[in-house]
């Protein structure tokens, strides 16, 4: 099982500030098949990057991810009010597929 | 509108079963991969299990093999997780998802339904 790691735990910002958030793998990801959610108190995930570095339909272009192996990087150019939220790797490259700790991106 | 809807959670004994379902509308159910994930409130994500559009892969977390089998009914649009032998640990929302690209199974997660709580406790 591919154990993943996540860091910061928390990363407070202000809007408008640039956000980067870590993703460690215990070993290489298959293909780069590492996603990145976003999760809002009350609400399911919603899924921003697939493929290491794909948006996802609807994803607004301040986010970005990359990387590839064992680490990956998610980055917010410019936060907005909206951005503050909970966010997950999770890697679905072998099963089975398992997720990251997460990293909470809250208001400084 | 694509639309994943849980149903079945509940408060449940130790050692008893439980049997969630997914209702899938909106999209071609039987084209894609499907999940599930849970969620003990206030913590993280953990992956449950997951199926192929034709039933031929199947994948389960270590903390849930042996006990939970998970399945679909093409001609229903619907997904399934059989749970037996629940633990407390086993607590939590239970998430339906389905996979973002057609055919095969190794995808990311596209859209999610809202959740079906599991309680296990006596």
């Known amino acids: 099982e591919i154990v993943l790691s996540q860091s910061p735990g928390t990363l407070s910002l202000s809007p408008g500030e640039r956000a980067t958030l870590s993703c460690r793998a215990s070993?290489?990801?298959?293909?780069?098949?590492l996603a990145w959610y976003q999760q809002k108190p009350g609400q399911a995930p919603r899924l921003l990057i697939y493929?290491?570095?794909g948006r996802a339909t609807g994803i607004p272009d301040r986010f970005s991810g990359g990387g590839s192996g064992t680490d990956f990087t998610l980055t917010i150019s410019r936060l907005e009010p909206e951005d503050f939220a909970v966010y997950y790797c999770q890697q679905y490259g072998s099963s089975p597929f398992t997720f990251g700790p997460g990293t909470k991106v809250d208001v400084k | 509108e694509v639309q994943l809807v849980e149903s079945g959670g509940g408060l449940v004994q130790p050692g008893r079963s439980l049997r969630l379902s997914c209702a899938a509308s909106g999209f071609n159910f039987d084209d894609y991969a499907m999940y599930w994930v849970r969620q003990v409130p206030g913590k993280g994500l953990e992956w449950v299990s997951g199926i192929s559009w034709n039933s031929g892969t199947l994948g389960y977390a270590d903390s849930v093999k042996g006990r939970f089998t998970i399945s679909r009914d093409n001609a229903k649009n619907s997904l399934y997780l059989q749970m037996n032998s629940l633990r407390g640990e086993d607590t939590a929302l239970y998430y339906c998802a389905k996979g973002a690209t057609a055919v095969g199974f190794y995808y990311p997660m596209d859209v999610w339904g809202q959740g079906t709580t599991v309680t296990v406790s006596s």
């Open positions: 070993q290489s990801v298959s293909i780069s098949y």
């Open positions: 493929g290491a570095s």
